[in-house]
């Protein structure tokens, strides 16, 4: 019979209990004290900026993607300096309306609080709320007045525009005690006069105008105290979805819907919010959403909330209750596996618990609920130390083998000063792996600020050519800022390149990628009419694998130019300049061969006027050379001064001809930013060209016409005009077209190419209108000083 253990005694199951439950006791003294100080944590919340940094950094799953229902019209930089210094008339405010209503939008939220009436246009308050009732579907926003720091009221639009609204809403943005703006009220106001957001006033707005039906009961402020007492409530707090994209919503500027430049359908069936966007105008937050500047405005927040509401993404800040149960359920989860798990499964479960809270976390848009995480990570984190003892050694035997590979890999390189080692066993090793890593640094360092100083663009590439490091001028080539070629293909950035010789593209599609890596090495010339000289070659890696492409541009545009003006410099020399010289020199030969062939005044006629060409020559290319070289020194003038003091000194030279200068439909006066001495040379070649071809009791007009951004100085003259075949070569040098059937008229054929080199310094185009046998006009057309230039010439102005 086999044998049987003896039953245990009551006794020894009363032992065996007792035993159990003992060695549960610190586990039951450590569930106890960690439910009860996570608890604590979520009770009195005494980590808010924690709980906002978790909530921050998890913003981008939270995100909305962009939408195109809503339309901002932005009040930026590019529209106050247009119009003019802010606050602008409130008849401009209807215009902008009247353009939006035409577009047939939802609704719009005009985000701009109008509670004084317009002292200076006292009009112009009757006139915008015209504009708001004709333009159908407006909401205007209110907002709470503190004064002393005690007493509240409300802040209300002005009586008639109140009445001229379809709803008001408050425009409050909940700020949190670090200055950050993360969650708005959806209803706040005193007791009995509870305000809607003014997202979700624009919302109800919007439906009950399409549907026909009444709004939604709202306070009448002509009707009750404008200034309640007791408290301000606040109701209904939410998180501020943020919409994703840079900028999240489909952005146009005040000006340009203004001046009609915004194309038809912009705004039809959609909601159209106006606010302020500028620096030194709008209204900007600090919040968790990315952005260039760090600051977001008001009228993008409200666009975000305005979202959430369409699409019913809204997210509530938990209750207590909500935040206990989230909390200490993934802590109790973690606590009860310490009674069964082996050390590796209770870091494996806490970090399941973790994963479990983030995901929960991450997907607050789902469960519509921002919770506080804070207390409970700290709770989870507190029994990390027990993973830390189980991966100690593995962590020293990786930090070892991890220095000889770097040290293995910099054996090369020159040693740094070595530091005494101290403290204890697993200081010692990490200071030698900091030492490796701070070599690995140095080598890093030394290779990109190597790279970064190169003068020419250079860039590092991929094997199939994306790009992975670009230097400085890399950066200012392609003018993206620090870091912005990172990623880009390069095929696309050198798409435009192509070979000086045979104009095919050097880099075209997939040139970078294939089994065999060939370099590319020669001239090129890209869209912009740079001249670039290319050099991609591939690299390897340490077991010879191609390992990408290094590709350096350098551009010779300069030197290309320069060796262009010398040929032509030397062409000039060799042939041009001396033609008059050699003509000298055949008559004087002439002359010794055959003394009576030409009477002395023959002979003195011809070498004076070789001898005026060859000084014309020499006058028009030095004249060229100063224009195309000479510092530009611009000044605010009045052209039209210029332009009648050109006239005044071709006076003489006019009356030689018997022509008669006109100044005609000339406006008073053109301020222009022109250089004074560049300027008067070009006007004089023009003046005098005209004259030289200006039949004997002709007249030459002149005048300064003005164009919606330039000013436009023409010359028309009464001569033979110029074939339109012939025009497009009146800009080339040395090349006179009425040589032949004017040859009594002298000339060089470099005035207008002069005229042309002055006109492009300044920003400007020459046009020519001329048609044979019926004058020429030429018009130097120059660009208008901007608002801001005017207004600083006003400055110094006032300032003498």
């Not at 909940?174 to 959806?186: K, L, N, W």
């Not at 530091?419 to 690995?440: C, I, K, Q």
């Amino acid at each position: 019979m086999p044998y049987q253990p003896p039953a245990p005694s009551d006794s020894s199951l009363r032992q065996r209990w007792w035993r159990s439950v003992r060695k549960r006791v610190p586990w039951l003294l450590l569930s106890v004290g960690m439910l009860g100080f996570v608890a604590f944590l979520v009770v009195t919340q005494p980590l808010p900026r924690v709980d906002r940094m978790l909530q921050d950094n998890a913003r981008a799953e939270i995100s909305q993607p962009p939408t195109k229902d809503i339309v901002i019209v932005a009040i930026d930089e590019k529209s106050v300096e247009a119009i003019g210094r802010w606050p602008w008339r409130r008849a401009l405010h209807a215009e902008l309306l009247r353009r939006i209503a035409a577009d047939s939008p939802k609704c719009i939220g005009l985000d701009l609080l109008l509670t004084e009436p317009d002292s200076e246009h006292p009009g112009d308050d009757r006139v915008l709320a015209n504009g708001i009732t004709d333009a159908g579907c407006v909401v205007l926003p209110m907002a709470l007045q503190v004064r002393g720091g005690k007493t509240q009221s409300e802040l209300l639009p002005l009586p008639t525009l109140s009445d001229a609204a379809t709803a008001l809403g408050h425009s409050h943005v909940s700020i949190d005690e670090d200055g950050v703006a993360r969650t708005v009220y959806m209803h706040e106001g005193f007791a009995g006069r509870s305000w809607p957001h003014f997202t979700l006033a624009i919302q109800e707005a919007a439906n009950a105008y399409a549907k026909g039906t009444p709004l939604p009961p709202a306070p009448n402020p002509h009707t009750q105290p404008r200034e309640p007492t007791g408290p301000w409530l606040r109701t209904d707090h939410q998180v501020v979805v943020f919409t994703r994209g840079d900028p999240p919503f489909k952005t146009v500027s005040y000006v340009d819907v203004i001046r009609g430049a915004v194309p038809k359908g912009t705004f039809t069936d959609r909601y159209v919010l106006v606010g302020t966007t500028a620096a030194g105008v709008g209204d900007l937050y600090a919040t968790s959403a990315t952005s260039t500047t760090g600051l977001t405005p008001g009228v993008v927040i409200f666009g975000s909330v305005l979202q959430g509401l369409i699409t019913d993404r809204q997210v509530v800040l938990a209750t207590t209750a909500q935040d206990l149960a989230f909390n200490l359920g993934p802590l109790a989860v973690a606590l009860l596996g310490l009674l069964w798990l082996r050390p590796v499964g209770v870091v494996i479960l806490i970090c399941a618990m973790l994963a479990l809270r983030l995901g929960l976390h991450a997907s607050r848009p789902l469960v519509g609920i921002q919770f506080a995480p804070a207390a409970g990570f700290f709770g989870l984190l507190l029994v990390y130390p027990l993973w830390s003892l189980m991966r100690l050694t593995a962590a020293i035997r990786y930090l070892r083998w991890g220095t000889e590979q770097l040290n293995e890999a910099m054996s090369g390189l020159p040693p740094r000063p070595r530091r005494p080692l101290s403290g204890d066993f697993l200081d010692r090793e990490m200071a030698v792996t900091s030492e490796a890593g701070l070599r690995m640094r140095d080598l890093q360092r030394f290779i990109r600020d190597g790279i970064d100083h190169l003068p020419d663009a250079t860039m590092i590439l991929s094997p199939v050519g994306m790009v992975f490091l670009g230097n400085l001028a890399a950066s200012r080539h392609w003018q993206a800022g620090p870091n912005g070629l990172v990623g880009r293909d390069a095929h696309e950035l050198l798409a435009d390149l192509r070979w000086r010789t045979t104009e095919a593209p050097m880099m075209p599609p997939g040139a970078l990628v294939g089994p065999d890596p060939k370099p590319i090495v020669g001239e090129g010339q890209d869209s912009q009419g740079r001249s670039l000289l290319l050099r991609c070659v591939p690299f390897y890696s340490a077991g010879n694998a191609h390992a990408g492409w290094m590709v350096a541009l350098v551009d010779i545009t300069r030197m290309r130019q320069v060796q262009s003006q010398r040929d032509e410099a030397l062409r000039f020399i060799s042939h041009d300049i001396r033609e008059p010289s050699a003509a000298i020199l055949t008559i004087l030969e002439l002359l010794r061969a055959n003394p009576g062939a030409l009477s002395d005044a023959q002979v003195q006629q011809r070498i004076r006027r070789h001898a005026e060409t060859g000084l014309e020559l020499a006058d028009g290319f030095v004249n060229l050379a100063r224009a195309e070289a000479q510092p530009f020194h611009p000044e605010m003038l009045d052209v039209v001064s210029l332009l009648e003091q050109t006239v005044d000194d071709a006076w003489a030279h006019a009356r030689k001809r018997n022509v008669n200068i006109v100044m005609v439909d000339s406006v008073d006066e053109a301020l222009c930013l022109v250089d004074r001495s560049l300027l008067m040379r070009a006007l004089k070649n023009v003046l005098s060209n005209a004259l030289k071809y200006s039949p004997s009791g002709a007249d030459l007009y002149c005048r300064v016409i003005e164009r919606p951004e330039h000013w436009a100085l023409a010359i028309q003259d009464q001569g033979p005009g110029i074939p339109a075949a012939m025009q497009s070569q009146l800009f080339q040098p040395f090349h006179r077209l009425h040589s032949e059937s004017h040859p009594e008229v002298h000339g060089v054929g470099l005035g207008l190419l002069l005229v042309r080199t002055v006109v492009q310094r300044h920003g400007g185009t020459v046009e020519i209108d001329s048609v044979e046998n019926e004058g020429c006009t030429v018009t130097l057309v120059l660009p208008r000083p901007t608002a801001a230039e005017l207004a600083a010439l006003g400055d110094e102005k006032e300032d003498l």
